[in-house]
């Protein structure tokens, strides 16, 4: 094996640190019997109780659930699809195309999205609307790993299927998506954590009536930084990981992101 | 009527011709090769066949049916792609069983052909591997024992043999020539390695560009070429410019520039004033001490300025009197002696009057 310099190990965990330690902070503090996150008094699950009979939290995320579940199925759907058109037909255009709502600022993204709904769909703000609108910035992430699985194989395997007898339908079903679910799974977790993690165009499109976990949060902190907060967060944050844990384990290209 | 027939087929890609008016047509039983450099269009009328890729305008029919409308699937053809294109998720057997299954063949039949087709590649023992535990050569086997697995009409083979080593290569050769012969499925293989074309075609035609320049026997490609690009590609040969002179009786005069005149066969129709190359083949030249051959017509002297030493033959590069350098093989008969000349020695090339062929293309 390669020797590798101190300097490399201490950059990586002061890189570390800097990512972790926030966190870290928050988790932290979940567990702090005090009303406070000024000081430490002592260890207490009491928070984590007090979220489990918050009404508003529990249907936030109740909401959060089913939106990440409903988008992440119908975006791995379409995601999945999109990757295969791209690799199979060398289009040009629609790389670019599918791919940029991951690239553009989600503000950008939030804003139009609230303007189509409004403007021209006349739709009522709701569960539906954030539905469409995380379907839509998922399905760019599952087209990419997808993508980023078949650029790996060798074509002329997909020919041989329909050559030895299968048609268009059977080579899917039979060599297609057994060869690239890895990648869909791990396109679906992505999305599942995309989703369930979104702020920015969720509060967009959510209207006034409904409500999901990253919003919930953003609501109360605006009154005050509660250990509530911390546990809810907590939550999410093993949530997140998991998935993304999960995903990574399931095809490797997640991690390197554009494969 | 052929088994298979191609009517004025043409693909174009663009701007770019890749299949330019072919007509060929093949006979069941036959193993027929389509022989030329990369880009002469070989693959691209054997994607056609499977049904990949479709003609501009032509036909192709099998069984005298016009294919044009026929998915690749329902297509009673099979191919061997170059790549092998194993199905990695399957094991060998699954893989062996896939047209089967798509043919939609009862499960015990399936099972016992399967078996059979195993043994019949000697791969019985591998039947549960998955395809990359395999070596290039097994998994070579695999992809013939999957292509032939329910008795196409027709097997297209694309490059099988390009990814093996050169030992392999020869080995699986054999195998395909008593596969093929055992079966009695036509073949239509596509490569650009000659000898491999020679050792296996009962016909080659020799592709260029998108036109086949010569369609024959093996032997007869080798000895008669057509013209100038079928001498070049198959094999070593000479190729001299010359004028044609005279005819006389079956014999033709050609003035050689700087070399004289020679002697040749008259195989072709051409007329005296035509311009064109005398080819000759290495091995046709005899090459001595400068004494040597007096008694032949054609005999001229030179230097050996350079030579490649194979272990079995020598080819010899001689520098002739007017600066062109001919090649001429000499088989390493004579025990114990390494080479007959060395560089830099005065030797005689001869050949005989009834040796080489003018080519007026």
Known sequence: MRKTSPWLW??????????????????????????????????????????????????????SIFIAICASLIATTLGTMAGIAIQRYKLRLLPVLTITPVAMPEILLGVS???????????????LSVLIAHITFCIGFVAIVVRARLAGMDESIFEAARDLGATPWQTFRLITLPLIMPAVVAGALMSFTLSIDDFVITFFTAGVGVSTLPLQIYSMIKIAVTPEVNAVSTLLMLL??????????FDKSVLRGQG | MPLLELRNVSRHYGRLSAVDNVSLSIEAGEFFTLLGPSGCGKTTILRMIAGFDAPDTGQILLDGQDLADTPPERRPLHTVFQSYALFPHLSVAENIEFPLKMAQVAAS?????????LEAVSLSDKADAMPQQLSGGQQQRVALARALVNQPRLLLLDEPLAALDHKLREQMQMELIGLQRDLGITFVFVTHHQPEALALSHRIAVMNQGHVEQLDEPSKIYAAPRNRFVAHFIGDINLLDCTLLARENDQLRLAIPGLGEILAPAHTTAQPGQTGAFAIRPEQMLI?????????????????????????????????ANGLHIQALLANVKPGLVQFFEVGDAVSVAWPADAGLFLDA
């Open chain 2, 109 to 117: 039949e399936r099972a016992r052909r399967v078996r059979e087709t």
């Open chain 2, 288 to 320: 001595g001490d400068p004494a040597q051959h007096r008694d032949l017509p054609n005999r001229r002297d030179g230097v050996v300025r350079e030579l490649l030493y194979s272990g079995d033959v020598t080819t010899y590069k001689v520098e002739l």
């Open chain 1, 240 to 249: 997140t990981l998991g998935m993304i844990m999960l995903a990574t384990r």
């Open chain 1, 113 to 127: 999205l609230l303007l189509f709904f409004i403007q021209v769909l006349h739709l009522t703000l709701g569960l």
């Open chain 1, 10 to 63: 201490l950059s990586a965990l002061l890189v570390c640190l800097f990512l972790y330690i926030p966190l870290a902070v928050v988790v932290v503090y979940s567990f702090n019997d005090s009303r406070l996150n000024a000081e430490w008094v002592g260890f207490t699950w009491h928070w984590y109780q007090v979220l489990l009979h918050d009404e508003e939290m529990l249907q936030a995320a109740a909401n």
